[in-house]
């Protein structure tokens, strides 16, 4: 396994797209069925190209189930395969058709992911629980993936959905907010196409605060407010959700009430101890409501 510094990786990761990690299923909705199935699963993505105005998809010829369009399109994740072997065991090699205007073939340089903001390569199974996303590295010339790339301390790339905690001894924490579909079909797109929930793991000491950031509840590039409510509506609403049992509830952990909805949405973690949680956000009527379901971590 080798690493090398994250930062820009257009040119290196020429057939590559955007990794996804799928939350673990919450009681109190169901999830799809090929969400649901992608627990402690590793997925190969071969990457495409377009050619002749087509796309064209790269291949695995063994070592990995290809998934159908439908399954592509649960995950977010275009053109992927999951793995079939075993942890430990030597990552198959993809293949591709593609060549650069000089005709040479692009090569497969190793399959990679972000850990810790550092592009990791992996040549065996990694020994990872949950989902796990490996992106094929094609390259048409001679360099190296150990060849450092050096960061460019003027970009700041900022997530499109976070979280804003403020722990109760003054410490401030960004943490990036996931997404991933569900079968709730009246909740907000936020820009997916489909409707979608957003999700983290994180954890919380007694009287920590947060404020969730969003893009996709209006025109806006950047994160915003979550709930949303614009300058002519005054209204956000938090919904706290439990499970189907009523054997875990949100309310027993958080508290939305105490401020200005229309300025400042804050949840308080309100519980006696601390502890680490999965949380799911999905929104409803053009942001203005936020439902949240917060469990304890397994």
């Avoid at 919450?26 to 087509?54: D, H, I, K, N, R």
């Avoid at 998934?67 to 065991?89: H, P, V, W």
């Avoid at 960004?174 to 709730?184: E, G, H, Q, W």
């Amino acid at each position: 396994m080798k690493k090398i510094l994250a930062l820009t990786l257009t040119c290196m990761l020429a057939l590559g797209c955007a990794a996804l990690t799928v939350p673990k299923t919450v009681a109190s909705y169901s999830e799809s069925p090929a969400v649901a199935a992608a627990e402690s699963t590793l997925y190969l993505v071969p990457g495409t190209y377009m050619q002749g105005g087509e796309k064209v998809l790269n291949t695995i010829a063994s070592g990995a189930e290809k998934l159908s369009k439908a399954q592509c399109d649960a995950i977010f994740t275009d053109n992927a395969y999951r793995c079939t072997l075993s942890k430990g065991a030597a990552l198959p090699s993809p293949t591709s058709t593609r060549v650069d205007k000089s005709g040479n073939s692009f090569t497969f340089n190793g399959w990679w992911m972000i850990v810790d903001a550092t592009v990791t390569y992996f040549d065996k199974v990694p020994d990872f629980a949950g989902v796990t996303f490996l992106y094929a590295d094609w390259r048409a010339d001679l360099s190296q993936r150990m060849d450092p790339i050096e960061p460019d301390p003027g970009v700041v790339v900022e997530p499109n959905h976070y979280m804003m905690v403020t722990h109760a001894d003054g410490e401030s924490e960004k943490i990036s907010l996931r997404k991933a579909s569900t079968d709730i079909n009246s909740a907000l797109d936020l820009g997916y196409g489909m409707p979608v929930q957003l999700y983290a793991q994180f954890t919380l000491n007694p009287g920590d605060k947060f404020t969730v950031y969003t893009t996709g509840l209006t025109d806006s590039e950047t994160p915003v407010k979550a709930p949303y409510a614009d300058k002519n509506n005054q209204t956000r609403t938090i919904t706290l959700e439990a499970n189907g049992t009523g054997t875990n509830n949100t309310a027993n952990y958080l508290s939305a009430s105490g401020f200005n909805y229309r300025e400042n949405p804050v949840l308080t973690y309100i519980a006696d101890t601390s502890g680490t949680f999965n949380i799911y956000l999905k929104f409803f009527g053009a942001g203005e409501t936020m439902n949240v379901y917060m469990e304890p971590a397994a």
